[in-house]
């Protein structure tokens, strides 16, 4: 079963609007951390947000916020005011915190192009 | 700041042929790891290192192997080159690996094509 899932394969955006991208997860392990990477068209990862599992408030780093919904197993990205310079891939992870060593799990990714 | 550095950027292997990709960090991270990358299908793990010396299988190890024998690299061997390991590899490093907030740091990526 796919740990991390990305359902929209393309968004398009028009510049200035806020756009959110959809991630699911699946995990049993009540510790675990939600990452959100964007990879532009020049091809590196590029770390966006990050969110914990026990953390109690949404996590935002400028114009990204993550939109957690523990129950749901949801954590969406919203991008606030589009850029022409968010047109990229981005790609939703996960690592899980257990007992042990964990590395990161990758969804497949949604692109995401904003239009003038 | 160099952070992650992979070399080569781009190769083109013959079917067969044998190749290393390098990878060095310069944040004393004692985590370090191989994805790939393919069209459509996100990143697959391929191998991580705990430690100098402490190698672990990902998701797709077959046909690859890796060494540690100093904390700052983390080469990844392709012994018999087949295209299906043509992709975009990348490789990336963490402080600690103990705790789900690690953040990955990643290279910039090597392009390889297997004809």
């Known amino acids: 079963a796919q740990k991390i899932t990305q359902t929209q394969p393309g968004m398009f955006v028009q510049e200035k609007e806020a756009v959110t991208l959809d991630c699911t997860y699946d995990?049993?392990?009540?510790?675990?951390?939600l990452f959100w990477y964007k990879q532009p068209s020049s091809g590196e990862m590029i770390f966006l947000i990050y969110?914990?599992?026990?953390?109690?408030q949404n996590a935002t780093e400028g114009r990204y916020s993550l939109n957690f919904q523990k129950a749901r197993k949801s954590a969406n990205l919203v991008i606030s005011a589009s850029q022409l310079g968010d047109s990229a891939m981005y790609f939703c992870?996960?690592?899980?915190?257990?007992?042990?060593?964990?590395?990161?799990?990758f969804g497949k990714g949604t692109m995401l192009l904003v239009s003038p | 700041n160099a952070g992650v550095t992979q070399t080569p950027k781009f190769r083109i292997l013959k079917i067969g042929q044998s190749m290393t990709l390098q990878c060095t960090q310069d944040?004393?991270?004692?985590?370090m790891y191989w994805y790939r990358q393919d069209p459509g299908m996100g990143l697959k793990l391929i191998y991580y290192?705990?430690?100098?010396?402490?190698?672990d299988k990902g998701e797709v190890p077959n046909g690859y192997n890796v060494s540690r024998s100093t904390t700052e690299d983390f080469p990844l061997r392709l012994e018999l080159a087949a295209p299906s390991q043509t992709s975009v590899y990348f490789c990336?490093?963490?402080?600690?690996?103990?705790?789900?907030?690690?953040?990955?740091?990643f290279g910039q990526g090597t392009r390889l094509t297997v004809v």
């Open positions: 944040m004393n991270h004692n985590y």
């Open positions: 992870a996960m690592r899980e915190g257990g007992s042990g060593y964990s590395t990161l799990t």
């Open positions: 290192s705990v430690g100098a010396g402490i190698t």
């Open positions: 969110q914990g599992s026990y953390d109690q």
């Open positions: 995990t049993s392990d009540p510790s675990y951390g």
């Open positions: 990336a490093s963490s402080l600690l690996n103990r705790g789900p907030s690690t953040e990955a740091f």
